[in-house]
């Protein structure tokens, strides 16, 4: 069954760092163990793991469906094997894939791929990542299926036009090792850790719009909230010191707390970054220019305060056998109180998190609070796992129908956040389904038929051109 990103299951998180230990030493002879290293340093921060993982599979093997609007995108086998992964690949092939998109075969990738984002990686640093991949990966044989989008984006050939427009930049020059703070942090952020892939708005064909980078944008149900030096609608009012800690940990309390994809970068790339690394990220965070898109008059973590004891009084009901969904205080009394609290203010070590001061409940869109109730959270990181059960219609635990997971998520932002937003049970569905089509994919019907359309007439006109020549 087909995955959204944010539902990765991959290998011990240490894997591209640690990956030199788990071969033979034979493998890596005669080869610059430094730079093996260095390969794999990289390679954490990209996140390759996190893709190139299948659930209970190989590091690197591929085989995980990543869902998109389009269909299921299978990921590559990216170890070493010569006749199912990259083991033929030369370094030229190597970079033309991870910078461009297309495979040794000629066939283009689609931008689940990041290239656009790692067309920016130096060529130092290719030649170490190659290195790594080539002689500090593990070969597996596995053939994975093949992706099969819905037409026309099963075309690969369309990537074509669409990498001519919204191609990346060019290679950083210079060495990445040795760069200024905020040229390291810029490079990090943007060339490896692809950080607007997630954090930029889409245009209708599905690129990033620069204007807005790193503006909040959605993704596969989740929002991936506007991080610029805006106080009221990004992280202005963030430090230094609480983007460090919550890119190595996941959480800030009496801030925020990571789930999802973001939940899974810290898990798998940036909590194992060097303090170095992460002060650079965090440094050129800061001074992103500022994008003002909320609607609300402060942070969306500066909302509520911690409410009286709740009072919850048994419905009064003519048939005791009455199956009904529970309102949003019912429902928080009977699923959340015990850990969050019935005054929703957490446990006093922080360890479960206050639900007032909270930018997923304060948020201008109620998305990650439904995630995190359908999905819960599962991150572990910085020596701590922290982990809160889903509560959605397929959960393990205690399954709630999308009336009572609309109900709570609007109990919770009226009481501790940023008030009520209305959330239906549509809306519910929509989002633990991967969010709302893009405009793209849901006027694809029309824009067939308008294509078509001109064709017929422009075979129209040449039929009339040449009855008329006769």
């Keep these: 069954m087909p995955k959204f ?65 389009m269909g299921g995108i299978v ?174 940990s996941g959480s800030v309390p009496g801030r925020s707390q990571a789930a999802g994809m973001m939940g899974e970068a810290v898990e798998h790339s940036l909590s194992k970054l060097s303090d170095d690394d992460l002060r650079a990220i965090a440094a050129y965070i800061k001074q992103v220019p500022a994008i003002e898109n909320g609607p609300g008059d402060r942070p969306r973590d500066r909302y509520g305060s911690a409410q009286p004891v709740l009072d919850i009084q048994k419905p009064k009901l003519d048939r005791e056998d009455v199956l009904f969904p529970m309102d949003g205080k019912r429902t928080y009394v009977n699923n959340c109180a015990a850990c969050h609290g019935l005054d929703g203010a957490g446990a006093a070590d922080h360890f479960t998190p206050s639900l007032f001061s909270n930018a997923v409940v304060g948020a201008p869109n109620p998305d990650n ?15 701590q796992h922290v982990l809160m059960p889903g509560f959605g219609p397929d959960s393990d635990v205690q399954r709630l129908s999308d009336t009572e997971i609309a109900n709570l998520a609007n109990y919770l932002t009226k009481t501790f956040g940023s008030g009520d937003h209305h959330v239906t049970a549509d809306y519910v569905l929509t989002a633990r389904n991967g969010g709302p089509l893009p405009g793209l994919v849901r006027n694809l019907p029309y824009l067939i038929t308008g294509a078509g359309v001109a064709v017929l007439a422009l075979v129209g006109v040449f039929v009339g051109w040449l009855l008329r020549r006769r």
């Design 5 to 69: 990103l944010s539902f990765w299951t991959v290998a011990h998180a240490a894997v591209a760092v640690a990956g030199l230990a788990g071969i033979g030493t034979a493998f890596a002879q005669g080869k610059d163990i430094s730079v093996l290293e260095r390969g794999a340093s990289l390679a954490t921060a990209g996140d390759c793991v996190a893709c190139h993982t299948a659930p209970g599979g190989k590091p690197f093997a591929g085989g995980l469906v990543i869902s998109s609007p």
């Design 75 to 248: 990921s590559s086998n990216i170890t070493p094997d010569q006749g199912t992964g990259i083991g033929t690949y030369t370094e030229a092939d190597f970079a033309k894939a991870l910078r461009q998109g297309v495979r040794k075969d000629g066939a283009h990738l689609y931008p689940a791929m990041p290239y656009p984002s790692y067309s920016a990686i130096t060529d130092a640093d290719i030649h170490a990542m190659y290195e790594y991949f080539m002689h500090g990966v593990q070969p597996v044989i596995q053939t994975n299926p093949k992706t099969a989008l819905n037409f026309p984006f099963n075309i690969r050939a369309m990537m074509i036009g669409w990498n001519l427009l919204f191609s990346g930049p060019p290679p950083a020059t210079g060495d990445s090792q040795h760069m200024s703070q905020i040229e390291r942090g810029h490079y990090l952020a943007d060339a490896l850790e692809h950080c607007g892939t997630c954090h930029t708005p889409r245009n209708f064909l599905l690129a990033e719009r620069g204007g807005e980078y790193l503006g909040g944008a959605t993704l596969a149900g989740w929002y991936a909230p506007n991080i610029t030096s805006s106080v009221r609608s990004g992280i202005g009012d963030w430090s230094e010191d609480d983007l460090v800690q919550y890119l190595r």
């Design 369 to 383: 609070l439904i995630m995190a109730i359908v999905h819960g959270v599962d991150r572990d990181a910085n020596g």
